[in-house]
């Protein structure tokens, strides 16, 4: 009995502040949204740090819900910029891929209406044993949205003239032994399927699979300690009855949010009921505007970083 007493108090040990968040509903969020979609809010402590976050919950099954990708076509835009820009009801438009600041460029898979509009980059490394770049090619995690009104979270790259996404068992980065990688292809990597969404935003590294925390940053590249531990956080899942979760953590405010960790964006979707999870680009970037409204305060001191890619949340009246 002292035995199983005690491993009951590990247990509990070792998430003692996930298990105490309590979400609120966010009434100046919520006016003018329809009943399908909510919002909620806590201010609570993560693991006995500041904390302040915002999770967007949209049932996928509602059929005047549409969910969309835009791109700025080599420029950049805020989240808000483009929900101006958007016609109809826009009910919220959250910031989505890495991407590079030297040409605006999208890092990651971003797909609308079906067509790719952007690819997975490359990744360039300094060989360890010579002043040579490898490059690498990894799969990184992307979420997807179905014409059946389902989600999916997938591990994807595109090959091909055609662009055909593909999706895989694991993730893969090709390059062994000091050599650069192929570009991806069907000879580069096993178990590969064709991967059809309407619509797909990309990021990385993948934070829960089958409703268990399983986070691949070692596997996709995505490393270093700044990047693991707490920052400013944009992530998306879905949970098993077909809601999208889309989850904004505030950070680098001292003493008011300071961010979350890889780990524990993982079990805050957990907790939240998400059956798959991805993180997608944090920090300045994150941004959530719902209905004309900031969420977390954007860690930027100008506000609102302008990316080239988001996703749109709209409804059809």
Known sequence: MKKLLLVLSLALLSFPSLAQVKWSPSPTHQAGLPTSVKVFTTSDSLDGKPFRAYYLEADLKDPK????ARVGNGQRFTPKQYYEQETGNVLAVVNTTFFSFADNSNLNLVINNGKVL????????KNPNGTDTLTYYPTTGVIGFFRNRTADVAWAYNVGKKKKTMELAAPYAAGTNGQPAPAPSRRTARHMKRWKPQTAVG??????QDGKVHVTAQEE???????????????????????LIILMVEGRNKGIAEGASLDQLAQLMVSLGCREAVNLDGGGSSALYVKGKDTIKPSDKEGQRPVPAVLVLKYKE
């Not at 952007?118 to 490394?125: G, L, S, T």
């Not at 995505?222 to 809601?243: C, E, H, L, W």
């Open 203 to 208: 990021g990385g590294p993948v934070l829960v």
């Open 118 to 125: 952007a690819m997975q980059a490359p990744v360039w490394r």
């Open 221 to 243: 590249m995505r490393g270093g300690a700044s990047f693991i531990g707490p920052n400013p956080r944009t992530v998306m899942g879905y949970t098993p009855d077909q809601k």
């Open 65 to 68: 819900l549409e969910i969309v």
